[in-house]
């Protein structure tokens, strides 16, 4: 065994470097006829391991984030042919020296609290998603229509940034003819065997995902829609995309989400889409030295999916309540959660702004209030997150069509382009959103429950949330509440301030003091039309 010293690397906690190592032989399938691994071990103890990516010719990477400062010796396990078994060499892992949370706080995971996420070490996450479902080659890098960007794929990333986004929602699109942008020559999809395309990865997927990760948001990343795994060698393939994701990008901040709507709506096909994609789940979990979080977007189905519920790889829940062709209920989310308690639960698909409704009763225009409903009954039913999205993005639309395709119809029947969608107000509330629940403590609060479930109006009684002690108390007052809701168990002749949220604003008034009487407090009405939160907090 070699056990020559081969390169010294410095990073900054939780960024990762990438070391380049060349083989001496070559191979007839440079991805499929060889592995070699990167076993890292820091001075805690802690070990990781990371595959490496052929990156062209003779050439491997192994890409690494440190998760704790000091020296990490590492050693390549590889066959004796390349001459690279038994090298050796160290990162030595130094402070971050930005602001950004992801790398101040960690790679995030599920909290001590299984309802909700945090940082490595500890600090609440909050989910804060916006779909991007074109990410990955039809964004385009240098080009914009938009009046205030240079570049659509930056001014997108940089604009959801500032306004307090934490999540980039994406998928890969390998089906509907891409292969051939991952893959030479289009992969097994085409009958031959899978040799990853690199002049693509290096020439766009590299920047995007690199971009995603220095503005400090994670990419839950998906690999196709559910269809790509059906047909002969399907499996594999995508075995294999997931075997190539996770060494080159699996050391940046990433959820993996398998694909989009991942059982499909066919009867015929659903089992095999099902086991399909759990290959492809378990195949990430044993090659993902960071243990990133994993799920499935799901289908939208009433009652809510949960197939993959019970099964160890899966993370959370990532749902998709629809965009109108089910009616959205609070009860929805609140049976849900009841019956799966144990995962996080995020609404990773509804109600897109702009997107024209798949309602019965006829389509409309989905606006910033319609989806605004959906993301706080989620939050106050015991939701760890939301995921937003806009008409125009997720569909890359440039230009506002004079006839519509039928099938785009369906959804963009309004022609909205992304210029116009990027604005949009529902994605700067969803920022005022976040603030909200970080400032009210998100992560001590639970569901109330009340006693009133008998109530046949009781859906159009606030949706309440509270700590421990009851001494925040949180309440959502939808558009259409016309019910008093009644908080039980605080202590007679307790005093609480309150204040009013607008979420059309982000801004907060005053309201009067509340004084608990035989134990309760009943909550006042909302002080104008629209919905609006309400904070009462016991006073010292």
């Known amino acids: 065994m070699d056990m ?38 820091g001075s805690s103890g802690r070990v990781i391991r990371r595959e490496a990516y052929w990156d062209g ?78 990410f990955a080659y039809r964004e385009s890098w240098d080009a ?14 940089d604009l959801r940034a500032e306004q307090g986004f934490t999540v980039y929602q994406t998928n890969l699109r390998s089906d509907m003819g891409a292969g051939d942008r991952y893959w030479i020559d289009g992969g097994m999809a085409k009958g031959v065997e899978d040799v990853p395309n690199v002049a693509f990865y290096q020439r766009e997927l590299d920047r995007r995902m690199a971009y995603i990760a220095d503005a400090g948001l994670v990419n839950a990343l998906g690999q196709a829609w559910a269809f790509a795994i059906l047909g ?55 090659r993902d030295g960071y243990g990133h979080l994993a799920t499935a977007h799901y289908t939208n189905e009433r009652p809510f999916a949960d197939y993959y519920q019970d099964e160890p790889w899966m993370d959370f829940t990532l749902n998709q309540a629809g965009h109108g062709d089910y009616l959205i209920k609070t009860s929805d ?29 006829g389509t409309r225009l989905c606006t910033a209030d319609m989806l605004r409903r959906v993301a706080y009954i989620c939050m106050q039913a015991g ?43 529902g994605a700067v509330q969803m920022g005022y959103m976040r603030s909200f629940y ?55 002749g307790a005093a609480y301030a309150s204040r009013w949220f607008n979420p059309r604003t982000g801004a907060y008034r005053d309201g009067e003091d509340a004084l608990a009487v035989t134990g309760s407090i009943i909550l006042p009405d909302k002080p104008g039309v629209g919905d609006w939160l309400l904070v009462l907090e016991l006073k010292a």
């Open 4 to 41: 020559t010293l081969n390169q010294d690397a410095v990073a900054e906690i939780w960024r990762p470097v990438v070391l380049t190592f060349e083989s001496a032989c070559s191979f007839d399938n440079p991805f499929l006829d060889v592995e070699i691994w990167a076993e890292f071990t």
């Open 57 to 134: 010719g003779r050439t491997y990477c192994v890409s690494f984030a440190p998760t704790e400062l000091g020296v990490w010796n590492y050693v390549i396990e590889a066959p004796e042919q390349t001459g690279l078994n038994g090298c050796m060499g160290r990162v030595e892992a130094v402070p971050y020296a930005g602001d950004l949370d992801l790398y101040r706080h960690g790679f995030i995971r599920v909290a001590d609290n299984p309802h909700l996420f945090a940082y490595s070490d500890g600090t609440p996450f909050f989910w804060l998603g916006d779909t991007h479902w074109e």
């Open 144 to 157: 914009s229509n938009h009046p205030g960007m240079t570049s659509q794929f930056r001014g997108m990333v």
């Open 232 to 286: 002969e060698h399907a499996v594999e393939h995508q075995k294999h995309l997931a075997r190539y994701l996770v060494a080159r990008y699996g050391a940046y901040p990433m959820v993996w989400t398998l694909a989009g709507e991942v059982a499909g709506y066919r009867k015929e096909g659903r089992a095999a889409m099902l086991d399909g994609w759990r290959e492809v789940a378990l195949e990430i979990e044993v």
């Open 333 to 361: 989310y609140f049976d849900y959660l009841a019956a799966h308690d144990d995962k996080p639960f995020v609404e990773g698909e509804a109600l897109y702004e702009f997107c024209s409704t798949l309602e019965e009763m």
């Open 383 to 425: 939701g760890a997150g939301y995921t937003y999205g806009a008409q125009g993005i997720w569909d890359n639309v440039w230009e506002s069509p004079e006839e519509l395709d039928p099938f785009m119809a369906i959804f963009n029947r309004f022609g909205i382009t992304w210029a116009q969608a990027v604005d949009g107000e």
């Open 438 to 492: 970080e400032d009210n403590h998100f992560w001590e609060l639970a569901p109330y429950e009340t006693t009133d479930a008998g109530n046949l109006f009781a859906n159009k009684a606030p949706l309440a949330t509270a700590n421990q002690d009851l001494s925040r108390i949180v309440a959502y007052f939808g558009d259409t509440v016309r019910q008093k809701l009644a908080i039980e168990g605080v202590p007679t």
